[in-house]
């Protein structure tokens, strides 16, 4: 069966029962078992971004905490730290996405993601991120929403 | 390598609306307090090789007027815009006519209005000065290959120097911007374009560097080495030494950015937009006054943008 999609206008957000999203920083955080927890830009946080031209990781065993910044990029229309939705260490950072940042861009949720955490209070940081079908959408077109108004989406 | 300047000047770090940004030791108030308005969308007709309109699609299109599009910036919170956009087939963004609106945007909104204008005649200056354009930006181009080559432009560094003259003769505060590396990643007009900015009374100088964009005919290009833009830089400073000197919002990303801002402070120049992680702190600890400011490098100092 395939996973439900969340489409709101040019931005897509796959909702399936593993994927949560901060609704802050814009991230996605998919379970992957045992406390794994991988982490990319959604493709809405890329849009806001711009094309993006440099990404800078914290390099893997590192420990990261929720809120902190775990990286960084730059973008047309954005510099500053990529924050880390959950707590414990980075298991893994994607080298490709590092040799070739446009990935984030375009394969958002794919060969664009960014790290692995190896999470160690996963219920706790998982309880304020967006979560389901429906709340995924509900969010998502609110945010869609003010950035247009606020200019911030600008084509 | 020549050593950081003394304590004498300010240094002035900047992060306008324009990108939002964030740094360990500066994140702007406002991340919306200035932001750029296009007057053609994602249109341009000279298709430049280092952008191909690319860089017009990260702003705030001016639909369906101009003054609808600042009236909702204004409302967003922004307190100043840069009007810009895709130039026509002369190099000209299509301002003409449009005085009374840009009035309107400073008087009625109460917004900053700086403009970017590509050439342009004396009565479209004049037009500016009494429309009440508080800056006006131009990227002055010194070498006629460069005008050909890169913008597609059938115009040499006379043309440029005459809209130079236009804007600082009419009155409006004038803020040159000159590209380093902009002939394919080469310093080839940069040197005469400086000479114009020496000959005219300009309100500051801001200096960007090539920035190659994904998907443009210069995406693999290797912008200038950082031993050339660190002396382009020693040599704006020498030659104007009163004048403000700042490192506008374009340059390459990464460790290429430290080091250009690095060699910013090692010249002395006045201000930094978007500085790099921990820019601020090594100006800091070398003795140089710092000041934040939310503005456009043209408005630094203005109400309520330092701190």
Same mark, same amino acid.
């Given at each position: 069966?395939?996973e439900?999609l969340v489409?709101v206008?040019?931005?897509?957000?796959?909702a399936?029962?593993s994927?949560?999203y901060d609704?802050?920083?814009h991230?996605?955080?998919?379970l992957?078992?045992?406390?794994r927890?991988?982490?990319?830009?959604?493709?809405?946080?890329q849009?806001?971004?711009?094309?993006?031209?440099?990404?800078?990781?914290?390099?893997?065993?590192k420990?990261?905490? /929720?809120?902190? #910044?775990? &990286? !960084?990029? $730059? *973008?047309?229309?954005?510099?500053?730290?990529? /924050?880390?939705p #959950?707590? &414990? !260490?980075? $298991? *893994?950072v994607?080298?490709?996405?590092l040799?070739?940042?446009?990935l984030l861009?375009?394969?958002?949720?794919?060969?664009?993601?960014?790290?692995?955490?190896?999470a160690?209070e996963?219920?706790?940081?998982?309880?304020?991120?967006?979560?389901?079908e429906?709340?995924?959408?509900?969010?998502?077109?609110?945010e869609?929403?003010?950035?247009?108004?606020?200019?911030l989406?600008?084509? | 390598?020549?050593?950081?300047?003394?304590?004498?000047r300010?240094?002035?770090?900047?992060?306008?609306g324009?990108?939002?940004y964030?740094?360990?030791?500066?994140?702007?108030?406002?991340?919306?307090?200035f932001?750029p308005?296009s007057?053609?969308?994602?249109?341009?007709a000279?298709?430049?090789a280092?952008?191909?309109g690319k860089?017009l699609?990260a702003m705030?299109?001016?639909?369906?007027?101009?003054?609808?599009?600042?009236?909702?910036?204004a409302?967003?919170g922004?307190r100043?815009?840069?009007?810009?956009?895709?130039?026509d087939?002369?190099?000209?963004?299509?301002?003409?006519?449009?005085?009374?609106e840009?009035?309107?945007?400073?008087?009625?909104?109460g917004?900053?209005?700086?403009?970017?204008?590509?050439?342009?005649d004396?009565?479209?200056?004049?037009?500016?000065?009494?429309?009440?354009?508080?800056?006006?930006?131009?990227?002055?181009?010194?070498?006629?290959?460069?005008?050909?080559?890169v913008?597609?432009?059938?115009?040499?560094?006379?043309?440029?120097?005459?809209?130079?003259a236009?804007?600082?003769d009419?009155?409006v505060p004038?803020?040159?911007?000159?590209?380093l590396?902009?002939?394919?990643g080469?310093?080839?007009g940069?040197?005469?374009?400086?000479?114009?900015?020496r000959?005219h009374?300009?309100?500051?100088?801001?200096l960007?560097?090539?920035?190659?964009?994904?998907?443009?005919?210069?995406?693999?290009?290797?912008?200038?080495?950082?031993?050339?833009?660190?002396?382009?830089?020693?040599?704006?400073?020498?030659?104007?030494?009163?004048?403000?000197?700042?490192?506008?919002c374009?340059r390459p990303?990464?460790?290429?950015?430290?080091?250009?801002?690095?060699?910013?402070?090692?010249?002395?120049l006045?201000?930094i937009a978007?500085?790099?992680?921990?820019?601020?702190?090594?100006a800091?600890?070398?003795?140089?006054e710092?000041?934040l400011?939310?503005?456009?490098?043209?408005?630094?100092?203005?109400?309520?943008?330092?701190?």
């Open positions: 069966m395939d439900p489409v206008k040019d931005v897509q957000l796959p399936g029962d994927y949560y609704r802050t920083e991230l996605w955080a998919r992957e078992g045992e406390g927890v991988r982490v990319g830009l959604s493709a809405f946080a849009k806001a971004a711009g094309a993006i031209a440099y990404v800078k990781l914290k390099p893997a065993g420990p990261v905490q /929720k809120g902190r #910044a775990f &990286g !960084s990029i $730059e *973008a047309g229309k954005y510099i500053g730290p990529l /924050k880390s #959950a707590t &414990g !260490s980075l $298991e *893994a994607n080298a490709e996405a040799e070739n940042p446009g861009n375009t394969d958002p949720y794919g060969r664009g993601w960014l790290a692995v955490i190896e160690t996963l219920s706790r940081d998982l309880a304020d991120l967006v979560h389901g429906d709340a995924i959408r509900r969010w998502i077109e609110e869609y929403n003010r950035y247009v108004a606020e200019g989406f600008a084509e | 390598m020549p050593s950081e300047p003394g304590p004498a300010p240094v002035v770090f900047s992060a306008p324009i990108k939002r964030a740094a360990r030791d500066f994140t702007p108030c406002n991340p919306e307090s932001r308005v007057l053609t969308g994602a249109r341009c000279l298709s430049c280092h952008c191909e860089l699609r705030v299109p001016a639909r369906p007027s101009l003054l609808d599009a600042c009236a909702r910036l409302r967003a922004t100043g815009v840069l009007i810009t956009g895709g130039c087939r002369k190099g000209r963004v299509p301002l003409a006519g449009l005085g009374e840009l009035r309107r945007v400073r008087d009625s909104l917004l900053s209005v700086a403009v970017h204008t590509g050439l342009l004396r009565a479209a200056a004049e037009e500016l000065a009494q429309a009440g354009v508080e800056r006006a930006m131009l990227d002055l181009i010194g070498a006629r290959e460069t005008a050909r080559e913008y597609h432009l059938e115009a040499g560094p006379e043309d440029y120097e005459a809209s130079l236009a804007l600082v009419s009155g004038t803020l040159p911007h000159i590209v590396g902009l002939h394919y080469a310093l080839k940069e040197r005469a374009a400086l000479e114009m900015v000959r009374r300009v309100a500051g100088l801001v960007v560097v090539l920035t190659p964009l994904p998907g443009t005919p210069m995406a693999s290009v290797a912008p200038p080495p950082i031993g050339e833009v660190e002396e382009f830089f020693h040599l704006a400073r020498r030659s104007l030494p009163e004048l403000p000197v700042w490192l506008g374009a990303c990464g460790p290429a950015r430290r080091a250009i801002d690095r060699a910013a402070l090692r010249a002395g006045d201000g978007f500085p790099a992680e921990g820019i601020v702190a090594r800091r600890a070398s003795g140089r710092v000041v400011s939310d503005a456009c490098c043209g408005f630094v100092g203005a109400p309520g943008t330092d701190r």
